[in-house]
């Protein structure tokens, strides 16, 4: 069973632009997480999906992050336009929602965001 | 809020070495509670969790922890380390049936061979 899968593994962009990071699930995993981890800092949820719909999205920092999931298959977080403050690593994570007792999470490798 | 906090942000050991790494957290109710380990170069992936049950769990590679409900304790142990555990340890918990994970800051756990 193939893993969780992000793409880029590292992008670097300047201050001002815009960045779409994307996450494909363990096939068949309704839910579907984002994380942040700022350097040093723990990793901090971001949103929840649930197939779709976004079950939770208060740990979204402000407006400028947005977060689809449509057809409830890959989601994609877009940083428009990036602060410097958003510079850490994103992780995405899924689980099924009946077969992973108590909802055990499986991570992807995260995507390395710097800007400049 | 749930949080939790890491006691330690780096440990340096020597191979053989007894490990302890502590892990406290803010919940009143029943919680669900995991250790995550990231290997240089590789994804998080789990290490042992908690759900019920007997509160001393054993996961991968040697590794226990131990809930200790009246403390709000889950410390991870190993009595002998090698230098392959090398790695980012992170100590995470969710409300039962909450699907929403909060993680430590992480410690960093080098050893030394």
């Known amino acids: 069973e193939a893993g969780v899968t992000q793409f880029p593994s590292h992008s670097v962009i300047e201050k001002g632009q815009t960045v779409t990071l994307r996450c494909d699930p363990i096939s068949g995993h309704d839910n579907l997480y984002w994380y942040r981890r700022v350097m040093g800092k723990e990793i901090k949820f971001l949103l929840h999906f649930v197939k779709e719909s976004k079950q939770d999205e208060s740990g979204m920092p402000n407006n400028r992050f947005l977060a689809e999931r449509t057809g409830g298959t890959y989601s994609t977080l877009k940083v428009q336009p990036a602060e410097l403050e958003d510079s850490g690593v994103y992780f995405c994570?899924?689980?099924?929602?009946?077969?992973?007792?108590?909802?055990?999470?499986?991570f992807g490798p995260g995507t390395r965001l710097t800007v400049l | 809020a749930q949080s939790v906090s890491q006691h330690n942000h780096h440990v340096i050991l020597s191979e053989a070495a007894s490990l302890e790494l502590g892990c406290n957290y803010s919940?009143?109710?029943?919680?669900?509670l995991f250790w995550y380990v990231q290997y240089p170069g590789q994804h998080l992936q789990l290490l042992l969790k908690y759900f019920s049950g007997d509160p001393l769990v054993k996961g991968i590679k040697g590794f226990e922890a131990e809930f200790i409900k009246s403390k709000f304790s889950f410390n991870l142990r190993k009595p002998s380390v090698q230098w392959s555990d090398t790695a980012e340890y992170f100590c995470?918990?969710?409300?039962?049936?909450?699907?929403?994970?909060?993680f430590g800051a992480g410690t960093r756990l080098t050893v030394k061979p």
């Open positions: 994570a899924s689980s099924h929602v009946l077969r992973s007792a108590n909802n055990e999470q499986f």
């Open positions: 919940y009143g109710g029943t919680v669900n």
């Open positions: 995470a918990v969710n409300a039962y049936n909450n699907n929403d994970m909060r």
